[in-house]
């Protein structure tokens, strides 16, 4: 599995950013996925994450009610919209998928992309 980022950028304080992440290859045995993020200095913290069927969420307390996480399987991609983006969000953005190999649990990173909040 492949997965590649894209749609990060530098956007003012307040504003919005779309990430995507575009899923190739095995990508039947994906089950969740994730977004991560890491900010210079600090460790890769967990954003957001979907189940496989995108029915169930969870959010991390500090990006509550501004990002919303979806996917949509039949482009095998995910996508992160980030609302009322704040200084505290800037950071390199990596998104998470598992899978299941042969009976494995697999874990796939994509390369990240770069957010950058501005005042």
């Known amino acids: 599995v492949q997965l590649v980022e894209s749609g990060g950028g530098l956007v003012q304080a307040g504003g919005s950013l779309r990430l995507s992440c575009a899923a190739s290859g095995s990508t039947f045995s994906i089950n969740a996925m994730g977004w991560y993020r890491q900010a210079p200095g600090k460790q890769r913290e967990l954003v957001a994450a979907?189940?496989?069927?995108?029915?169930?969420?969870k959010y991390a307390d500090s990006v509550k009610g501004r990002f919303t996480i979806s996917r949509d399987n039949g482009k095998n991609t995910m996508y992160l919209q980030m609302n009322s983006l704040k200084l505290e969000d800037t950071a390199v953005y990596y998104c998470?998928?598992?899978?299941?190999?042969?009976?494995?649990?697999?874990?796939?990173w994509g390369q990240g992309t770069q957010v950058t909040v501005s005042s």
């Open positions: 998470n998928a598992l899978g299941v190999v042969a009976g494995t649990w697999t874990e796939y």
């Open positions: 979907i189940t496989s069927g995108g029915g169930s969420t």
